[in-house]
């Protein structure tokens, strides 16, 4: 079966052609959970069959790819239900453009998964950029000009430093004469080998190239204008899937500098980066008066718990991999929850939004329940996966760390629940109950599905997800 | 490796220096696809031996960085109607003389990198740093969009001449999907542009300023 790493990713991009040439301006975004079930259905069927994953060139299902492969193609499978019913809100519009590149980032993002090479993963992700910024323009104003304008700029030089640190790794072993091939079970192998300079100045290039795109401080300047101006399905995708592809990229170059023995050097970078996203998210939440821009300082917050948990290694990687699923499920949940408060508003300032939950039951409750998830509150997944990561900062005796990992999701609640329960309380402005926008199935359901599946992660998890995550927290630590 | 490499990555720095210095946005942009055009002609050299693929590498590079890239550019210039950067944040004569040290501190950064026997005493490696720390001088301190877009562009030379190592090493197919990637950024940040100039009826970037806390 070499056909399915090339269907998982092809499949989309067809799709992404299709919906180029369909005229249907209604039925044109039914591709999209169309693709989305049959991306799903495709992603488990491979995650069952270990036979399927086998390697095709220099395309690699390795463990954490597993992982990341079902969060995106779960993220995408309820998003694309969602997108039917905000299209249809937007019926006016020309989704063309909008359908055909969700369809293709989906396929780039498959692709990013699977690319065990590091330049085809550099190039697959700089065409996640490309593919991104026309989704984030989507509403023309200029406000979202500007957004699309700071994205492209700032991620094109991120990219553009990631693609130097990949020629410095190459050149750490074309140094020491290694047959310098690009491929990371070749960079693993010879880890131990590799010019120890280089090394250290190609990871320090690649952790700000590609932690520019997860939106690590201080390179997360794009991440409130894009995520606030961007319509709420993109910034769930882009939260709850691009990051993560940009995560596994720091992650894997993370695994060789381990293989190279240099996990104190790489783990204490990603901790010190780890606790200054959360502190600078921190600052920015507290008083944050516009609801995406909040979520968007939420997903700083976040990408600098999953770096920091992987610096600790041990537990605090296992804790990290757990936390990029619970993260996604949750943030789906309020991007979503966010975009349904924004249209009956017609604001996402809190200056105007009040009383949602009495101006839309369901996505009001739900934003709400989102909050307390997200902020690391019992009974939902991101507690289990926040508190694995303390643990492991307290047992590994890094007391300062956790401490501090502490100090700063006690200050993100509190800023963050005044925002939120400014939003949800209270009574509906008498302007917003002239907006005829109501909660409707396709823009509903899907949030609860998300809701749903971060409160299972909380109470129980299932099997087959803990082998995913125990194998590629064991797989990090090896050596192929 | 040849001779010519050092005479030409000089000739690169000193263009460096002078798109610094110039005001008039369409100079900047010509000098940016000469300097393009000169790199295109480096994968040729740095081969031990003639090959047909370093060709396909050399003529792709030097049709795109040398002659469409600054031609969309200018094109784009032509339909916002600009002509000049105003006066940029750090002025035209200062950010030479940064570019101009950025040349000596690249020298002293290269020396701490360990070298292979075979790229011994070439200024691949200075020259590529100093490149990528003049395209972020531009990146930073120019106001107008087509400006910072040049400021990029500069940014992907400097890491084109580091790849001049990794010549035999890196897979064709990479190479092309470099390639590729900075086509369709370049062409999507020009619509891009566009359509700032249509919104704000500017190319200012400092009018770019809704979004902020």
């Known amino acids: ?480 | 490796m040849s001779s010519l490499i050092d005479p030409i990555l000089v000739a690169v720095l000193l263009l460096n220096i002078f798109a610094l210095g110039n005001s008039r946005i369409t100079s900047v942009i010509r000098v940016i696809g000469a300097q393009g055009g000169l790199l295109g002609v480096l994968p040729l050299l740095v081969q031990e031996h003639f090959g047909l693929l370093p060709l396909l590498v050399s003529i792709l590079t030097v049709a795109l960085k040398g002659l469409i890239i600054p031609f969309m550019l200018l094109r784009a210039m032509r339909e916002a109607q600009i002509r000049r950067e105003v006066e940029p944040s750090v002025g035209f004569l200062p950010s030479m003389i940064l570019g101009a040290l950025s040349i000596g501190f690249s020298v002293l950064l290269a020396q701490e990198l360990p070298m292979a026997k075979a790229h011994l005493g070439l200024l691949l490696v200075p020259s590529s740093l100093s490149t990528v720390l003049v395209g972020f001088i531009m990146l930073t301190t120019r106001y107008k969009a087509i400006s910072q877009v040049v400021g990029y562009l500069i940014l992907e030379n400097g890491i084109f001449i580091f790849g001049m190592l990794l010549v035999e090493a890196m897979p064709l197919m990479v190479e092309l999907g470099v390639l590729l990637d900075l086509f369709v950024g370049i062409f999507v940040i020009t619509i891009i542009v566009n359509h700032i100039n249509e919104a704000f009826s500017s190319l200012d970037t400092r009018k770019l300023s809704a979004l902020k806390e």
């Open chain 1, 1 to 480: 079966m070499i056909a399915m790493a090339f269907a998982l990713i092809l499949f989309p991009i067809l799709m992404a052609g299709v919906a180029m040439a369909l005229p249907g301006n209604r039925t044109r975004p039914w591709l999209l959970p169309l693709t989305g079930v049959v991306h799903l259905v495709l992603t488990l069927w491979t995650l069952a069959k270990p036979e399927l994953q086998a390697p095709v060139g220099w395309l690699v299902l390795d463990p954490p790819g597993r992982l990341i492969l079902l969060v995106i193609s779960l993220m995408f499978f309820l998003s694309g239900f969602y997108a039917v019913g905000y299209l249809r809100y937007r019926g006016e519009w020309s989704n063309r453009t909008f359908t055909s590149c969700l369809l293709a980032f989906l396929g780039v993002m498959t692709l990013v998964v699977w690319s065990h090479h590091l330049g085809l993963m550099w190039v697959a992700i700089e065409a996640t950029s490309l593919l991104t910024a026309p989704l984030i323009y989507f509403n023309r104003t200029p406000r979202s000009i500007e957004a699309t304008w700071k994205y492209l700029l700032v991620c094109s030089v991120g990219i553009a430093l990631a693609l130097l640190g990949s020629f410095f790794l190459a050149y750490a072993s074309l140094h020491e004469g290694l047959d310098s091939s690009l491929l990371f079970e070749d960079l693993l192998h010879h880890a131990p080998r590799l010019s120890k300079p280089w090394l250290h100045t190609a990871f320090v290039l690649l952790l700000v190239g590609y932690g520019t795109k997860m939106g690590l401080a201080p390179m997360h300047t794009w991440k409130p204008d894009a995520y606030g101006e961007a319509p709420g399905v993109v910034g769930a995708l882009l939260a709850g899937g691009l990051t993560n592809c940009a995560f596994l990229a720091v992650l894997r170059i993370y695994h060789v500098t381990v293989a190279a023995g240099e996990q104190a050097y790489s783990g204490r970078l990603l901790i010190f980066m780890g606790l200054l996203s959360m502190v600078v998210a921190g600052i920015f939440m507290v008083g944050q008066r516009d609801l995406k821009r909040m979520l968007a300082y939420s997903s700083v917050e976040h990408m600098g718990i999953l770096v920091l948990g992987l610096g600790m290694g041990g537990l605090g990687t296992w804790g990290a991999l757990l936390h990029l699923l619970n993260n996604a499920m949750t943030k789906g949940v309020l991007f979503l929850s966010a975009g349904n408060i924004r249209r009956a508003y017609d604001s996402k300032s809190i200056a105007e939004v009040t009383g949602a939950m009495r101006r839309l039951p369901l996505s009001g409750t739900l934003f709400l329940f989102g909050f307390i998830a997200i902020t690391g509150s019992p009974p939902f997944g991101p507690f289990v996966s926040e508190f694995t990561i303390v643990t492991a900062a307290f047992q590994s005796g890094r007391y300062v760390t956790g401490g501090l990992f502490l100090l700063f999701l006690l200050v993100i609640f509190l800023g963050m629940g005044g925002t939120v329960l400014a939003a949800v309380q209270g009574r509906p402005s008498g302007r917003s109950r002239l907006i005829p926008y109501r909660d409707t199935f396709l823009t509903g359901a899907p949030v609860a599905v998300f809701m749903a599946l971060s409160l299972l992660l909380g109470l129980w998890i299932p099997g087959p997800i803990r082998a995913l995550v125990d194998q590629a927290a064991h797989y990090l630590e090896t050596r192929p």
